[in-house]
Every structure is written in structure tokens, then in C-alpha cells.
């Protein structure tokens, strides 16, 4: 009898869909970071109330409170530089034909695909509010 070992990785968690647009008349690239809502997270239940295209069991994006980064298409800065060619890869790269277009675009996709970032989108992640931070939603009186 043989003994098999195997390795259980623990899968990662995905805290934010992430939204890279811009318009014709707008001189910005934006990377918009949405929150996802997971079940027994505080408004999980009502946002599935107003969805009737999701799921149960699968996370919503809080499209509330977007946490969004500009970045000027003919910027000057180094770090916008590089952080502008980042997403121009991320958006044309194995992406099944979505091509980059400065003058409007819309593209989604969540929060891993942004690997070995650029120093001006670590440093905007790292304060974005992690797992269990986010402000719990209020209702509107």
C-alpha cells in the first residue's frame, strides 16, 4: 500500500473587482477597486435583494464605495508612466482579444490579476481597506 501526500493550498481570497475605463474626453486612465461582499458579510443578504442576477453563495461587488486610482494617459512622472504601461498590459495580455484603447474602454476583471505592480498602484493597494475593514454598509434614512 502506498501512502500519497498531497498539498492543500489554501485558494486566495479575492477582495475587490477591479473596473480599468476611460472616456474620449477624459485626459485619466482609472483603475476603480469595488469591494465584494461574501455570504454572512454585513449586506450580503439585501444586495441580493436588488440582484436578481446573482447567485447565492457567490460574491457581489459593493459598487457603493469604489476606491479609484487616476492616472494621466500623457503623465510626466515616472511612476504614472509606468504604472499607465502596467495597465495597458493587464488589459491587452491574455485577455481573449480586449484591446487597449486610451480614448474609451471599459474593461473588468478582480483584484488577482494584478501582479508584480507598478510602485504608484502598490502604493494606492496597500491603503485600500483589507478583508474585514471595509465600512459596513448604512441604510439611508
Sequence with gaps: MKTIKAEVRQP????????????A?????????????????????????????????????DYSKPYALRILKKARGS??????????????????????????????SIENVLNDTSTLINEFRAKLPRCGHVEEPTDAV
Design 12 to 23: 486566495s481570497f479575492v477582495e475587490y473587482d477591479i473596473n480599468i475605463h476611460t472616456d
Design 25 to 61: 474626453d477624459d485626459d485619466f486612465i482609472n483603475l476603480v477597486f469595488y469591494p465584494l461582499r461574501y455570504p454572512g458579510d454585513p449586506g450580503y443578504d439585501a444586495e441580493l435583494m436588488f440582484n436578481s442576477t446573482s447567485d447565492v453563495g457567490l460574491p457581489l461587488a
Design 79 to 108: 511612476k504614472h508612466r509606468e504604472a499607465y504601461a502596467y495597465l495597458e498590459e493587464v488589459v491587452t495580455f491574455d485577455s481573449f482579444g480586449d484591446v487597449w484603447d486610451e480614448d474609451g474602454m471599459d474593461w473588468t
